[in-house]
């Protein structure tokens, strides 16, 4: 791989994000919600296998007191409660409330209508060569990131 083409795919991971915040915008406003907060909603909704804030910090990489002030308010506001997690005192998990369900409704909507308009013109089997391409860059990072993690015991 060119070093140009490294950049290339750095730039559409930034453009892709900065798209896909424009496109949720309209339902930020009408749900009344702040786009970071419908971040961390989605985040926990589409993704139940991460309970924590430190979850969201880890795979979003977002910063921890932005999670933290963000959960704060989520719980106040009814869409998220805390539960301990037996046997770790110091864990807490975010399960999601009903009042969330219209939030979530909406947001997949938007990711939808987002991933629609990413791959429009392209035709299934580009799409299912791609998803297979992906899942072998997915396989291979997360390769390199276990030998960091054993090289750093």
């Not at 907060?37 to 309970?51: G, H, R, S, T, V």
């Not at 539960?83 to 990711?111: I, M, W």
């Not at 791959?119 to 089997?125: D, P, S, W």
């Amino acid at each position: 791989m060119e070093i140009q083409e490294f950049s290339n795919i750095l730039e559409l991971a930034e453009n892709s994000m900065s798209a896909y915040e424009k496109l949720c915008r309209p339902v930020c406003r009408e749900l009344g919600i702040n786009q970071t907060a419908f971040d961390i909603l989605m985040f926990l909704a589409n993704n139940p296998q991460y309970q924590t804030a430190r979850d969201i910090v880890k795979v979003r990489h977002l910063k921890p007191n932005l999670v933290s002030f963000h959960v704060e308010r989520l719980v106040q506001e009814g869409y998220l409660v805390r539960e301990g997690v037996p046997g770790d005192r110091r864990k807490v998990r975010l399960l999601c409330t009903e009042k969330v369900k219209p939030v979530v409704k909406q947001g997949r909507e938007a990711q939808r209508r987002f991933f629609m308009r990413m791959t429009q013109g392209i035709g299934e089997e580009a799409l299912r060569q791609q998803r297979e391409v992906m899942a072998a860059i997915c396989k291979n990072v997360e390769s390199m990131l276990d030998e960091e993690q054993t090289s750093d015991t």
